[in-house]
């Protein structure tokens, strides 16, 4: 009877006795295969080989010069040719060659870097280039499955699968503006400066280094610069050819939920803080008109703020509420004191 149903609702069955069985599914009928190749696919043809060659400008009297060869990686980011990969990669490069997987070469122009988040600018002059997927909302947690892309030892485009392990790590570098994510996506040399993307192809940071100990044997433990980060410091460095960041000369390890804000654990003498008066035990809960919701939201604050601008700090400081002006100069300064 269930036959004479389906033949009389669809007459296509009526033709192809065989196109009943297709309906019914086999009960050993396995699921497709778990696979990354679209992702892979979608961003790889974006992530470039770079060689860069440093000569000695003043070589030893009766030698020849000779020159150094380093491999890493870069992201290819929109198609009027700029390219994001790691400061370590071209530092005191002469030469800088970009090679990408269809075989095409160019010679690259440094435009900028930043040494506080590990990353340079390129810019080749070419048309077409593939750009690599990006998602401007993209939020990476803990657990997001990563692909990390590039070019280890000269081996050719590899890729590594793995998860983000953390988010906003940081006491990686010499300022606590930078927060890497943690994966364990294995890069190696040659990687540095390539791809981390999601399951779906778009980008999630920058490959950056290797935790490393002498004494340790540590597996597993590999960092990214965050592409909402990357993408803005790229964005500073071809506008103004550097990144400028305010800075404030605070230390805060605390934050506390029940005034939404920071405690002021230490002030830099001679800082802008120092100077407009800030104190340790200060709860700042308000920057400008932005509240607080972290100590990095915080710091993003004060370092997107453009040098010698004035803001308002809003603080408890002994059961009283304080105004008080900071001038806020930027971070650079402090360096070249």
């Known amino acids: ?40 696919s979608r961003a790889g043809p974006a992530v470039v080989n770079i060689y860069t060659r440093d000569i000695p400008s003043r070589p030893t009297y009766g030698e020849y010069p000779t020159s150094n060869v380093r491999l890493g990686s870069g992201v290819i980011m929109d198609s009027q040719g700029y390219i994001l990969t790691n400061f370590h990669v071209v530092e005191n490069a002469n030469l800088i060659s970009v090679w990408l997987q269809n075989g095409q070469q160019f010679a690259a122009e440094l435009i900028g870097y930043d040494i506080y988040t590990d990353l340079a600018v390129l810019k080749v002059e070419a048309v077409n280039l593939p750009v690599i997927p990006q998602k401007e909302d993209l939020t990476s947690l803990a657990g997001d499955v990563v692909l990390a892309i590039g070019n280890p030892l000269n081996l050719g485009q590899t890729v590594t699968q793995g998860i983000i392990s953390a988010t906003g790590r940081n006491g990686l570098s010499n300022t606590s503006y930078l927060e890497f ?17 999601n399951s779906n192809g778009d980008l999630v940071g920058i490959n950056s280094r290797q935790f490393s100990n002498p004494q340790l044997n540590i597996q597993g433990i590999f960092f990214a610069v965050p592409y909402q980060l990357a993408k803005k410091v790229m964005q500073k460095i071809i506008s103004h050819g550097r990144v400028t960041r305010g800075w404030l000369g605070v230390v805060a390890n605390r934050y506390i939920n029940e005034f939404k804000g920071f405690i002021i654990d230490q002030v830099t003498p001679g800082s802008p803080a120092y100077q407009a008066g800030l104190l340790p035990g200060d709860i700042v809960y308000q920057i400008g008109n932005k509240q607080i919701n972290s100590i990095t939201h915080a710091l993003d604050i004060v370092a997107e703020t453009k040098p010698n601008t004035s803001l308002i700090f809003k603080v408890y400081r002994q ?6 002006p900071v001038t806020i100069i930027e971070y650079n300064q402090l360096l070249n004191k």
Not at 20 to 33: D, S
């Open 1 to 40: 009877m269930l036959a004479v149903v389906l033949l009389l609702l669809i007459p296509e069955l009526r033709n192809n006795t065989l196109a009943l069985w297709k309906i019914i599914p086999e009960p050993n009928q396995q699921p497709a295969a778990l696979s990354y190749a679209r992702a892979v």
């Open 319 to 324: 059961k009283r509420q304080l105004d008080i």
């Open 181 to 197: 994510l943690q994966m364990d996506a294995a890069i190696n040399e040659g990687n540095s400066g390539g791809a981390l993307i």
